[in-house]
């Protein structure tokens, strides 16, 4: 059973490989099409600027979050460390 389940697993992860490699690809593709056209990267510049301006305060939010998320896992492994060390030296 372990065995037919491991090779599921394994057929999704090629799956997955094989989609995040075309997708890769197609996107070098696009990326060069692009490059070609100045105006093209004006513009996507542009809409760029426009999506972060108008979804400023969700990304700051967000942001915000994660850092905040980062500093308690840090925090926490701080203190997993100091414990190590005190039952180190009873």
Request: no cysteine; aromatic share 6%; proline share 1%.
């Given at each position: 059973?372990?065995?037919?389940?491991?090779?599921?697993?394994?057929s999704?992860?090629?799956?997955?490989?094989?989609?995040?490699?075309?997708?890769v690809?197609s996107?070098?593709k696009?990326?060069?099409?692009?490059?070609?056209?100045?105006?093209?990267?004006?513009?996507?510049?542009?809409?760029?600027?426009?999506v972060?301006?108008?979804y400023?305060?969700?990304?700051?939010?967000?942001?915000?979050?994660?850092?905040?998320?980062?500093?308690?896992?840090?925090?926490?492994?701080?203190?997993?460390?100091?414990?190590?060390?005190?039952?180190?030296?009873?």
């Amino acid at each position: 059973m372990t065995h037919v389940h491991g090779a599921k697993t394994m057929s999704k992860e090629v799956l997955k490989g094989s989609v995040a490699t075309a997708t890769v690809h197609s996107g070098s593709k696009l990326m060069k099409n692009i490059a070609k056209h100045p105006v093209l990267v004006f513009g996507l510049g542009i809409l760029a600027g426009y999506v972060v301006y108008k979804y400023r305060k969700e990304i700051i939010s967000s942001t915000t979050k994660v850092v905040d998320a980062g500093k308690d896992f840090v925090l926490q492994q701080k203190e997993n460390l100091e414990d190590l060390v005190a039952e180190t030296k009873e």
